[in-house]
């Protein structure tokens, strides 16, 4: 799966868990705190594309990217090694 | 096998509280996003009070129900705290002598975070089990505080505590660990831990706190699910939702338990958000009651929702309470008991709920004034008088119980005087 595509299913659950972004155009440099999304918003959104992407790490290993595109970088090097 | 379990327990909520939506409107943190905390006040320690008085004050009406004979079988007093006040002098020895146990008896404490409390009681059980000493009970006393140090005027928000604020408290809650479980009998064996190394949030200096909330989040999140997983694993044909008719959970601010409770029902039941909402508020909001006046009181905490939960439940008839613990670092785990319909009335609900309210609340300027004062205790005091932070100077009205408070620090050398 490309790095766009879990973009893609990021954005997605963002939306699922934060409707109230749905006008945000979201960019690689976005970052969830600077949007406003609380930290259990956050874990929430982590968890539902987890489950999209059928990856099963633990949700410690998703910390540290500094924004969005960081953060769909990192899933796709652990769905390659999964 | 014998059976165990707690025979007695109780809470010490300390002397003075702070409102924290006040707390939050003055530090302007955002109001949409504290509300999702459910945090409502939390217990400010004054300088005469400190893991050792919350232990004893806690312990004082466990103490007090029973015969000389009884005192004299505590052969075991194990102390849990993040909060220790010297390196190589336990805190238990303190609490030893103010309880006025028998000289025959173990004392310890024991540090793992937010999980000590759970690791003493554990101990504890796997004590009585062993019937090493057949008769012989147990005192577990979880105790913590947070005690921070601000010079006035500067500003709160560049200290590495200032993220914790809002949600940390104080407080001590005992247990009298025997044969004789009328509280809570243990399910032995019933055991799922789960641990790993995670720098999430730690105590690396005296009188701070540093770390990382997020990360924090999503440890407590992953060891919710793997130490349940562990346990199912252990115990036949268990499921989340109808083998425990209350869970207690360690919390350290409401939110976290909701959102642990929601990604649990989520992952392990596949439920809709309509049946999590209702779960719950059935099975889990009793546990929050205590919790949301004190504020995160670390090792004692998933024990005070343990507490909170038999207090203000209905059980007319027996029912399992599953537990999970969390210590930051880390290590979890999700045990359970059962609590048996009469004897959950022995617990002293009014007393603890007299205690609470009669807390006196401080303004946020007298808090400020504490976090200036507070240099005064900071760990490795040699001297210090403390009489005029007395619990008297600040509550007029009669205290519940006598208390224990600090009374002076002499030579590194704490003593205390009780209340009259």
């Not at chain 2, 976290?256 to 099975?283: Q, T, W, Y």
């Amino acid at each position: 799966m490309s790095a766009q595509q879990i973009f893609d299913y990021l954005t997605s659950s963002i939306l699922d868990v934060v409707p109230e972004l749905n006008e945000h155009e979201f960019r690689k440099n976005d970052s969830l705190v600077n949007l406003g999304v609380g930290s259990m918003e956050r874990a929430d959104i982590i968890i539902m594309v987890l489950e999209k992407l059928r990856l099963k790490i633990p949700l410690a290993e998703t910390y540290g990217p500094n924004n969005l595109g960081e953060l769909a970088d990192l899933l796709q090097s652990k769905s390659q090694i999964s | 096998m014998v059976e165990v379990g707690i025979e007695d327990m109780h809470f010490f909520g300390g002397n003075a509280y702070l409102d924290v939506s006040e707390l939050a409107d003055y530090r302007q943190l955002n109001p949409d996003r504290f509300a999702k905390l459910l945090i409502k006040e939390k217990t400010v320690p004054l300088l005469s009070e400190d893991p050792i008085t919350f232990a004893v004050n806690a312990a004082k009406p466990i103490i007090d129900g029973l015969s000389a004979k009884d005192i004299d079988s505590i052969e075991l007093l194990i102390t849990c705290t993040e909060s220790g006040i010297d390196f190589g002098k336990s805190i238990s020895t303190y609490v030893h002598d103010y309880l006025g146990l028998s000289k025959n008896c173990r004392m310890f404490e024991l540090k793992q975070a937010c999980y000590s409390g759970t690791a003493g009681f554990q101990m504890a059980v796997n004590f009585i089990l062993s019937q090493t000493s057949p008769g012989a009970k147990a005192l577990v006393i979880a105790t913590d505080l947070s005690r921070h140090t601000v010079e006035k005027g500067k500003d709160v928000s560049v200290m590495d505590w200032s993220y914790a604020e809002p949600s940390t408290g104080a407080g001590a809650v005992a247990l009298l660990v025997s044969e004789i479980p009328s509280i809570f009998k243990v399910d032995v064996g019933a055991n799922g831990y789960y641990g790993y190394e995670v720098m999430d949030t730690c105590r690396p200096l005296a009188d701070s706190e540093a770390g990382n909330a997020d990360l924090s989040l999503l440890s407590y999140l992953d060891c919710c699910e793997k130490a349940f997983l562990e346990y199912a694993k252990r115990i036949n044909q268990v499921c989340y939702k109808n083998s425990f008719q209350y869970l207690a959970f360690h919390t350290p601010f409401g939110g976290m338990v909701k959102g642990a409770h929601r990604s649990n029902m989520r992952k392990i039941l596949g439920a809709s958000p309509i049946e999590i909402d209702e779960d719950f508020n059935n099975r889990v909001l009793p546990g929050l009651n205590y919790c949301q006046r004190v504020g995160n009181i670390m090792g004692a905490t998933v024990l005070l929702s343990l507490l909170s939960t038999i207090c203000n439940s209905d059980f007319r008839l027996s029912k399992r309470i599953g537990c999970f613990s969390y210590g930051s670092g880390c290590c979890s785990e999700f045990y359970s008991g059962v609590v048996d319909a009469s004897d959950a009335q022995r617990l002293r609900k009014e007393l603890i709920e007299a205690q609470l309210d009669g807390r006196y609340q401080l303004t946020v300027d007298e808090y400020e004034d504490l976090l200036s004062d507070n240099s005064n205790v900071s760990f490795g005091t040699r001297n210090c008088e403390l009489e005029k932070y007395a619990p008297s100077n600040y509550i007029s009205s009669e205290l519940a119980t006598p208390q224990l408070f600090l009374k002076k620090i002499k030579d590194f050398h704490r003593e205390y005087t009780w209340t009259t």
